[in-house]
């Protein structure tokens, strides 16, 4: 299963598929983008094995330069990316799929970015770390108990803990 309606939330059962879907993506990306993309990471609990997650593939696209990737924005348009407003800075961010059925977050950032920094960050240590991996389970499905129809506060909410991951994760290294 991959979509999700814009705004809600609901989390499902990790897939298997969801790796496939992700490689699939990229495969569609880098022919229509070209060399645009230095690389490609999966992120986001769809990247974590056994992770309940929204059923809406992240990925990381990087550029060298994000001033320079404004230039992909109308070749991802024609090919069904609606570019939406960043809220985190430091990325070009792009939804794909109707409103009511969003299949993929693409976010386009720089390498040297915090953004793409802490992404493959907290991936990694979710990754690494089992036991982080399923309190950090616990709290999406407690908060998507909670805030079914209100994706902003589940995911500002889930903020705390990821902040938390992360100063953990740099205090290991």
Known sequence: MIGLERGTVELVPYQGEWRERYEREVERLTDIAGDRFVEFEHIGSTAIEGMPAKPILDILAVVEDLEQAEAVSSVLEKHGYE???????????????????????????????????????????????????????????????????????????????????????????
């Not at 979710?126 to 902003?152: G, H, I, Q, W």
């Not at 995911?155 to 803990?161: D, H, Q």
């Open 83 to 173: 570019r939406r407003p960043d809220t985190v800075g430091e990325r070009l961010f792009f939804a794909k799929g109707p409103r009511a059925n969003r299949t993929v977050y693409l976010s386009v950032a720089e390498m040297e970015s915090d953004f793409y920094a802490e992404k493959i960050a907290f991936r990694d240590h979710l990754r690494e770390n089992p036991e982080l991996a399923e309190r950090y389970a616990s709290v999406k499905k407690r908060l998507a108990e909670k805030y079914p129809e209100d994706r902003d506060r589940y995911t500002a909410e889930k903020g705390e803990f990821i902040r938390g991951a992360l100063d953990r994760a740099g205090d290991e290294s």
